[in-house]
């Protein structure tokens, strides 16, 4: 008897730990991901320069919004349908492929007549049309990915999103030593998505997905439930295509590398935050429902803590953006220099209104928050035209201006996310507590600015480190509940990718 009641004890517990096995591996692939990512952009920027690298930086922007079309949703939706209808998962991936088949081919038509309309060069549309080859090519593998998810098998999307870095980093580098340029950089990307794509097929074996076939009602069914996830995924990355856009016609072409570089590194800064929001969404859905004063004291707890952590992340942006660019080589992109360091606000708010959305999504406030978002695009569309020429005339750096766009868009989704807060979150502990690191911060930068001509910045780095968390413990600004919260990341972002 004891044997059978512990039965679904035991089972939930196999169960756990086989979720948190595979999704741990897709946290470290995540992580792993970025340096090679780093390496491969570095090497990049070096060896085309500027002008090819911001060319480089236009197409994959825009391809790379263009398949949120041809995708419409599907890595949201293709696994839940798969996860609960295993038995038509061959049925459901097809229809899933067909529907991207179909859009490829029309979505290029569009994307291309609207670059040739822009007035772009035909190397340009060249090299789009060889874009969207290597992404279709990635799209399929992703499915595949996709579909291996709703089987509980995020081990192959780890994997996969590894290898496809590393084969990047080994097919791209060489073929750039010997001399390649942007055609067989973009040649290398599509052979080594092709590579990806081939080992993911292999790896879903087994699962039933050997012959695919189309069911029209679920190419609906998809259609209809992923406008949702496409249009959220569409409000975050309308706004970088709108400053591409105005950027490319604008500014001069190395602007645009030079923007790029910066952009490339701020992603890498921004990355945590991400993790951060996986831990707390849950979480806060949770309490929002069942402990109105738990949801308060953990919304406190988490801005107070992503702000303890950017303040030495944004700091160092500004402080140390020449150690930053000098990895894409400081006399090709040192302007990019003066970018970073503009971000280095963005950096910083970038971390308040993460968790600011993640609990006001919580709150069942998406719509309003949508909508925010959204107006973030209108800051690009309106601001980009004016700070764009205006920076390009007096710096001869028009990148800067859309810097400036993107920080006065952020400001806005911070302001908004605390006014859309629940009464009680912002009390006068949470803001002595922020006025604390803000004490911290300025320790911080002046043991920056003190030691800029007596040291090396990679001496003077961890050291203005250690003078922003000594002074944060000297005044009380280290909590025990945050760091609590550092060490659930990982469970957390767990969870969610399982």
Not at 23 to 32: E, F, G, N, S, Y
Not at 126 to 149: E, G, K, T
Not at 443 to 454: D, K, R
Not at 481 to 497: S, T, W
Request: glycine letters at 10%.
């Amino acid at each position: 008897m004891a044997s059978t009641d512990t039965a679904p004890a035991q089972q939930k517990q196999g169960l756990s730990t086989l979720v948190l096995r595979n999704a741990l591996v897709l946290v470290i692939a995540q992580v792993a991901v970025i340096p090679l990512a780093l390496v491969m952009n570095a090497v990049m920027g070096r060896y085309l320069g500027p002008a090819n690298f911001g060319a480089f930086y236009l197409v994959s922007t825009y391809v790379g919004t263009a398949f949120l079309l041809i995708e419409w949703g599907q890595a949201g939706t293709l696994p839940a349908m798969i996860a609960q209808q295993r038995e038509r998962a061959a049925v459901i991936l097809g229809s899933a492929l067909a529907f991207r088949a179909i859009a490829v081919p029309v979505v290029f038509v569009l994307v291309g007549g609207g670059c040739w309309l822009l007035g772009y060069t035909e190397n340009f549309e060249l090299l789009l049309a060889m874009f969207f080859v290597a992404m279709a090519i990635a799209s399929v593998a992703l499915a595949y990915q996709d579909a291996s998810r709703g089987f509980e098998r995020t081990d192959i999307v780890a994997y996969a999103t590894i290898g496809t870095q590393l084969l990047m980093v080994l097919l791209i580098i060489p073929t750039l030593m010997i001399g390649g340029q942007l055609p067989a950089v973009v040649m290398a990307t599509a052979f080594a998505n092709l590579i990806v794509l081939l080992l993911v097929w292999r790896g879903v074996q087994g699962m039933g997905l050997n012959r695919l076939s189309v069911d029209r009602s679920v190419v609906k069914k998809l259609i209809v439930d992923g406008v949702p996830f496409f249009f959220f995924a569409l409000t975050l990355r309308l706004q970088p295509n709108i400053d591409a856009l105005y950027l490319s016609k604008l500014a001069p072409e190395e602007v645009i590398g030079w923007y790029a570089a910066a952009e490339k590194l701020k992603g890498v800064l921004v990355f945590p935050a991400s993790a951060l929001v996986a831990a707390l969404y849950p979480t806060m859905c949770r309490l929002f429902v069942s402990d109105s004063e738990g949801y308060r004291r953990t919304a406190q707890t988490a801005v107070e803590t992503s702000a303890l952590a950017v303040v030495p992340l944004a700091m160092g942006a500004y402080l140390y953006a020449d150690l930053g660019i000098e990895i894409y080589s400081k006399e090709a992109f040192g302007p990019a220099a003066d970018n970073l360091r503009m971000l280095a606000p963005f950096i910083f708010m970038v971390y308040i209104s993460m968790p600011l959305g993640a609990c006001i999504l919580a709150a069942g406030r998406s719509r309003i928050w949508t909508v925010v978002q959204a107006l973030c695009i209108v800051v690009s569309v309106v601001v980009d035209p004016l700070l764009i020429p205006w920076f390009q005339e007096r710096t001869g750096n028009g990148g800067l201006g859309v810097c400036a766009a993107v920080v006065i868009a952020e400001l806005m989704m911070v302001v908004a996310g605390v006014v859309l807060m629940p009464k009680g979150v912002f009390d006068r502990q949470l803001l002595l507590g922020l006025a604390r690191l803000g004490v911290a911060g300025g320790a911080m930068f002046g043991a920056g600015h003190l030691l800029a001509n007596v040291v090396s910045p990679f001496i003077a780095a961890p050291i203005t480190v250690l003078a922003y968390l000594g002074t944060l413990r000297a005044i009380g600004g280290l909590k025990r509940e945050q760091l609590q919260l550092f060490k659930d990341i990982v469970a957390r972002k767990a969870n969610r990718g399982g």
